[in-house]
Structures are given as C-alpha cells and as structure tokens.
C-alpha cells in the first residue's frame, strides 16, 4: 500500500517525533501530452490515431526542524525513506492528491544546525478522491476528471434466479443467487465473494470511464467507484 505522505504522513510523523517536516508551496507542472496521426501524402488532411498523457512533474520544497542537527538529520533519513520506498500518496495545498514516485532530490542546506531544508521532484500523476456511485444498466452518470481514459471498479450481486451475470460487457457464468462480483479496473484484479474469478468471466479489457456522461451495460443495479484523474 502507498505510503500516504503530507497530511497523513504528518499525522504519522507526529507520534514519533515532537515537530513534523513544513511543506512549503508546492509546485506542479503542466501535463503534456503527445498524439500520433496519420497524414494523407495527396492532402493536408491526416487522422490522429491516439493520444500520449504524461505524468506531472512536482517540485517539493520541505523544512526539517529538530530540537538538535541529530535529530534534525534522523527527521531527514525517515522522510527521505518514505519517498523513496516506491510510490507514494501525496495530498498538496492545492487540494488534489497525486500517486507519484521520487525522480530526484537537492542537497540538504543547514539553515541552522537544526533547520534542514531540501527540494524534492516527483513525477506522478493528479487526481480526486475516490468516488462511488450507483449505477443502474445503460442509464447515464457523470463522471468527474479531464484525463481521456479513467480506470474504475465495477461490482454487483448475482439476483435471485440467475446462473449467469452481465456487465460491462462482461460475463460471468458459474455463479449463483447472492453471489458478489467485481471487475477492479484499479488494482486489475476479478473477484467473486471477494476471491478471485477470472476463470469465471470472459473479460478481454478492462473498463474504464470518460469524464462527462457514461453509462455501463448489465443486467441489474450495479456500483462503480473510480477516481477522478486530471490533466
């Protein structure tokens, strides 16, 4: 799981030591994104054939405050530790949370012996909380976020009577009445009563959602939880 980092790390953080790093403004740069076309070589028309989205790139000032430089130094050493186990959680000042990875780090500057600050750059990638919404077969919902492509989570109950179980374009067989399914387009993973079930479906892609209005195919009430993911 995630270290979860700024609020949460700080919440963490506190319980061990008597003061918590200081974020200072974070920076976060423009999403680029990238297209490939086909051009006609009679005309000037050509056809875009798919779209590229990039990560974001973050730049994290952060103060380290100790009660002496050892401490101050030990504070660093753990923070520095959780970035760079691997992905991490932020939350920023500018309300989004970001799934990001650390790219690269300044060097430590002692602005007293026990004040440390440093910069951090992480590349990741800019999202809402996760959101859940009830969906019923084919009747649209909005969906939140500007990234063209948002993974989801998809689950539902087998009603009463059934031997098989449609959605999202698929079908599960070998199921029975009460039975609870899930295709997790987040972790990418099939579930029946919570274990797995890929042997009993026949997915061949995972679904996904597009920000605007949606609507996903089935044969009864199902839920959809997704994140928002921006540009």
Not at 14 to 20: L, N
Not at 211 to 222: I, R
Request: with cysteine; aromatic share 10%; glycine share 10%.
């Amino acid at each position: 799981m995630p270290f979860l980092c700024i609020l949460y790390y700080i919440v963490l953080v506190a319980t061990i030591f008597t003061s918590v790093p200081r974020i200072s403004a974070a920076n976060t740069s423009p999403t680029c994104t990238g297209a490939s076309a086909v051009k006609s070589r009679m005309s000037a028309a050509f056809n875009v054939m798919g779209s590229e989205v990039s990560l974001k790139t973050i730049t994290l000032p952060v103060t380290i405050k100790g009660r002496d430089q050892h401490e101050a130094t030990a504070r660093l050493s753990a923070w520095e530790a959780a970035l760079a186990g691997g992905k991490v959680e932020l939350q920023l000042p500018d309300g989004f949370y970001y799934d990001a990875y650390l790219k690269s780090c300044g060097e430590p500057s002692y602005d007293l012996p026990w004040l440390i600050s440093n910069t951090y750059v992480l590349e990741g990638v800019q999202r809402g909380p996760l959101l859940s919404l009830k969906a019923q077969p084919d009747v649209p919902f909005t969906v939140k976020g500007t990234a063209p492509r948002i993974g989801c989570r998809i689950a539902a109950t087998v009603p009463d009577g059934a031997a098989s179980f449609s959605m999202a374009g698929v079908t599960f067989t070998g199921v029975a009445a009460g039975d609870m399914l899930c295709i997790d387009g987040l972790t990418i993973r099939v579930l029946v009563n919570g274990a797995p079930g890929l042997q009993k479906c026949d997915i061949i892609e995972w679904p996904y959602l597009k920000p605007g209005l949606n609507t996903v195919p089935g044969d009864g009430a199902m839920t959809v939880d997704y994140y928002p993911i921006y540009y």
